[in-house]
């Protein structure tokens, strides 16, 4: 098992940027995979991002491509969304995961395929 820390979160400003933080421990060679979602109240939990912790290779929502980036420290077991360019409609707990499936950069990431998830954080952009 994989437990997951995140932080970062909070209020901003529409064109403001935020950077979460996700720290692994447990059995963190298990993962392959980290994810981020987001829910908004009264919506689905909806993938983010992903990145491979092996090669770094990642992929995106079309909703935040060219605003939202992710990234991944292997020495700290810690992975990382920069989110840039925020919009009112970004509002949302957003959540990282972890999984054992190997990355697909064709496949948009599944929330059955994470079985360990961080306890979310509040992010919130006002216009």
């Known amino acids: 098992q994989v437990q997951l820390v995140e932080s970062g979160g909070g209020s901003v400003q529409a064109g403001g940027s935020l950077r979460l933080s996700c720290a692994a421990s447990?059995?963190?060679?298990?993962?392959?995979?980290m994810g981020w979602f987001r829910q908004a109240p009264g919506k689905e939990r909806e993938s983010v991002a992903a990145?491979?912790?092996?090669?770094?290779?990642?992929s995106y929502a079309d909703s935040v491509k060219g605003r939202f980036t992710t990234s991944r420290d292997n020495a700290k077991n810690t992975g990382y969304l920069q989110m840039n360019s925020l919009k009112p409609e970004d509002t949302a707990v957003y959540y990282c995961a972890a999984s054992t499936h190997f990355f697909s950069s064709t496949r948009p990431p599944r929330v059955a395929d994470f079985g360990s998830w961080g306890q979310g954080t509040q992010v919130t952009v006002f216009s």
């Open positions: 990145i491979s912790w092996n090669d770094g290779s990642t």
């Open positions: 447990g059995r963190t060679f298990s993962s392959r995979v």
